[in-house]
């Protein structure tokens, strides 16, 4: 395999615009790339595909690269073969993976990254390239015809991730807790990514980014730090 990824926590960090923060790395990233395929199926808010597409295309512009959605295509299967980039926005990660299969692209998206098509995915589009979506932090709006994702990483992203409060009176769950609730029934290891963190993926070769550590979290033992700018993929062995 030749995977070529960068998968961001979020789109969108306090005090700037969209994509503003991870912009000067995704003009090297995307260099080669003459246009960039979004997919806008997450919908967060549930604005419209061309609403969506709109702001992504906006972000690229200011990188000069053009930006086209997957619906705007006749074909969406080849649409994303033929792709030169390919980027997939935030929202809701349970109707994301539901229009996914629902187009017949999860295998065809797999298997295109899999032949190294640089990819771009933040929060929901994060949460597809891990073995399931499992560790999303959204409602389950619509039922996906299954939780299996992209496994183009060999654990599960909990994009956002929020440490505990001290200060908080909230009383309610923490990420952490979920995430030990999830271990409980499943194996698979889960990052938590903070917002402004991402992960470079080259090959085999999977690299945290960004200011932040992230927390990693695998069944039967206690979470563990990640520093940024370390690799990571021997911790999945």
């Known amino acids: 395999m030749n995977k070529r990824l960068i998968v961001a926590s979020t789109s969108t960090v ?8 991870i912009l000067p790395t995704l003009k090297t990233f995307f260099k080669e790339a003459k246009e960039i395929l ?25 990188i000069d690269k053009n930006v086209k959605g997957v619906h705007e295509f006749e074909n969406p299967i080849e649409a994303v073969k033929n792709a030169n980039a390919i980027f997939t926005g935030g929202g809701n990660t349970f109707e994301l993976v539901n229009q996914l299969y629902k187009n017949n692209l999860i295998e065809v998206l797999k298997k295109t ?33 299954s939780f299996d994702t992209l496994g183009m990483i060999p654990f599960n992203i909990n994009a956002h991730y929020l440490d505990p409060n001290p200060d908080s009176t909230h009383m309610g769950e923490t990420r952490e807790t979920r995430i030990k609730e999830f271990h409980v029934f499943n194996k698979t290891s889960v990052l938590g990514l903070r917002e402004g963190s991402w992960l470079e993926v080259i ?35």
């Not at 979004?38 to 969506?52: D, L």
């Not at 929060?123 to 015809?145: E, K, L, W």
């Not at 085999?204 to 990693?216: C, D, H, M, Q, S």
């Open 14 to 21: 306090h005090g700037s615009t969209y994509l503003e923060y």
């Open 38 to 62: 979004f997919i806008p199926y997450a919908r967060p808010g549930g604005i419209s595909y061309e609403v969506y597409t709109a702001i992504a295309k906006k972000a690229f512009l200011t």
């Open 113 to 145: 990254l899999e032949k190294g098509t640089p990819y771009l995915g933040t929060s929901a589009g994060s949460n597809i390239c891990g073995v399931t979506m499992m560790n999303t932090n959204d409602m389950p709006i619509v039922y996906p015809p």
């Open 203 to 237: 090959d085999n070769v999977i690299t945290i980014r960004g200011k932040y550590t992230a927390r990693l979290f695998q069944q039967g033992k206690d979470a563990i730090e990640l520093e940024s700018d370390i690799e990571i993929q021997s911790y999945f062995k």
